[in-house]
């Protein structure tokens, strides 16, 4: 052979090695343990704050609590008194079977034999107590309450805050609904599939003095195999009414993406994601967006003439307020958007974000790698894609700041578990309304805000985006209060997948 003919061969080769080397490397690097814990997951950011003096960690080796000094308490303890007796009690029986939406059978999930589940309803203060009882759900399932600031162990995220029930197990949640408001419960197991199959229902928690309003209406829209829903049925829901009733109407977005929601006439948004607006003043010609896992609660009048009042959630369908019979076409589309940054009156924060403990990013972008051994475009998080992702740590009591930006080309609904955030700036244009308080959050491509929170919580918590297929693409960090630590794995024997 030539020596040129070797080159010819040689070449090609040593260039196929400096191009796989690199690549089996990261390949290599992206893949997760067949078990493992949270705690171990990704890098410690201390955003500037208290550094425990565990060692800092490389990526999937930083351990966030400390071996040398005080043991670390369990989440399993974060529970309620359990001595405390039930106000409202619960059985949710989980199973897998088929629907029939608008007509059309589909494989799905059921929460005591509907989707949605059935509305567990409670008064503010109360504990409620719930059995879940899981009966053919193959996966496993888990429920997640969406928007409540449960203790971190009723948290229901499978194999961070509890093992996945699986088929014939049980699992008690148990939690005081301090917050009046709309929320919802989802399975965290398997969520993309499960989720968007229908295991998930309402939660609605109404305020120690009641509501000034004569009707109290929920709408959970779910997109069922292509068909907009309301309540489970492909169609307008219609609530009668008397003329001139006020009514609230409370909207649950949980599907994957947003949705806009407006009305045929004026309304006043009375609360975002089940916090109350300050001083919500009349709306007219404007939607409102709710993205995925969002709620709002809207109040109208029912007209005084008898007619209806529609409020549209997307063109598809509408809640239809008014007499027997009555109806009115639908109202189109605004183009103008009620904008939550300057709606309502300024009031207290009850904390001071000026003097903040720590400041984390939560920057989201679009790169080339691997994720789970896969190759693909995937969404990073501050430059790293899953597992290799920021654990925020914090302390209780930390008044913490969190910058979002998103550079991804897609919107991303933002959702953290455990919390309330009251956004301070978008795009860098402070706030000027009512304190925006929200768990899921609308994160446009080329937009940032600035949220703020108090770790008043503690536990480890998820981050993550509630469009669930991206979550389970690996848009999930977590949030850490030092000196916690999880007996749960991922994946391990009870096959927990929370996404
Ligand atoms: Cu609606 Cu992580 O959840
Ligand atoms: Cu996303």
Redesign the pocket.
């Known amino acids: 052979m030539s020596l040129n003919g070797g080159l010819k061969i040689v070449l090609p080769i040593l260039a196929t090695v400096a191009i796989m080397a690199p690549l089996g490397w990261m390949w290599q690097t992206s893949r997760v343990p067949g078990t493992y814990s949270v705690m171990n997951m990704g890098y410690p950011d201390y955003g500037g704050g208290h550094v425990s003096d565990s060692s800092s960690g490389g990526e999937m080796q930083g351990h966030v609590h400390n071996h040398h000094s005080l043991p670390s308490r369990m989440i399993t303890d974060l529970i309620v008194n359990p001595a405390r007796p039930a106000d409202v009690r619960v059985d949710l029986v989980t199973r897998q079977e088929m629907l029939t939406v608008g007509g059309r059978p589909m494989p799905g999930f059921t929460v005591n034999g509907v989707s949605p589940g059935p509305e567990i309803r409670a008064r503010q203060g109360q504990l409620i107590e719930v059995q879940l009882r899981n009966e053919s759900v193959s996966d496993g399932v888990t429920l997640h309450w969406h928007g409540i600031d449960v203790p971190n162990a009723m948290d229901g995220v499978a194999g961070v805050t509890q093992d996945a029930v699986p088929v014939g197990g049980e699992f008690t949640y148990r939690f005081v609904a301090d917050q009046a408001g709309s929320f919802w419960y989802h399975s965290h197991q398997v969520s993309n599939p499960q989720v968007v199959g229908g295991l998930l229902g309402s939660l609605v928690v109404t305020p120690r003095s009641g509501i000034a309003q004569q009707v109290d209406v929920s709408a959970v829209a779910h997109t069922y195999g292509g068909l907009r829903t309301i309540n489970g049925k492909a169609e307008d829901l219609r609530v009668p009414t008397q003329p001139g009733q006020r009514v609230r109407v409370r909207v649950t977005n949980t599907d994957n993406g947003p949705m806009k929601v407006w009305a045929g006439g004026s309304y006043r948004l009375l609360a975002v994601d089940g916090t109350e607006v300050h001083r919500p003043t009349e709306v007219s010609g404007r939607a409102v967006t709710l993205t995925a896992g969002a709620r709002v609660e809207l109040e109208v009048k029912v007209p005084g003439d008898g007619d209806a009042f529609r409020v549209q959630l997307t063109k598809t369908t509408a809640v239809i307020i008014g007499p027997q019979g009555a109806d009115v076409a639908a109202p189109p589309q605004p183009n103008a958007e009620l904008d939550l940054l300057a709606y309502g009156s300024p009031a207290s924060l009850g904390f001071d974000p000026a003097q903040p403990s720590r400041r984390f990013d939560y920057r989201i972008d679009r790169r080339p790698g691997f994720v789970k051994g896969r190759p693909g475009m995937w969404?990073s998080i501050n430059g790293h894609l899953y597992p290799n992702v920021p654990m925020y740590v914090v302390r209780e009591g930390d008044v913490v700041l969190m910058h979002i930006e998103n550079h991804s080309g897609?919107v991303?609904?933002m959702h953290l578990h455990g919390h309330h955030v009251v956004v301070l700036a978008r795009n860098g244009v402070a706030a000027t309304g009512s304190p925006w308080w929200v768990d899921s959050l609308n994160v446009l491509t080329n937009e940032t805000y600035d949220v703020a929170l108090v770790a008043n919580n503690p536990g480890v918590w998820m981050d993550h985006?509630h469009?669930l297929k991206?979550a389970a693409q690996g848009?999930v960090a977590h949030l850490l209060y030092e000196g916690f630590d999880t007996p749960y794995r991922i994946a391990g024997p009870a096959d927990n997948q929370p996404e």
């Open positions: 969404w897609e991303h609904p985006c469009n991206h848009m």
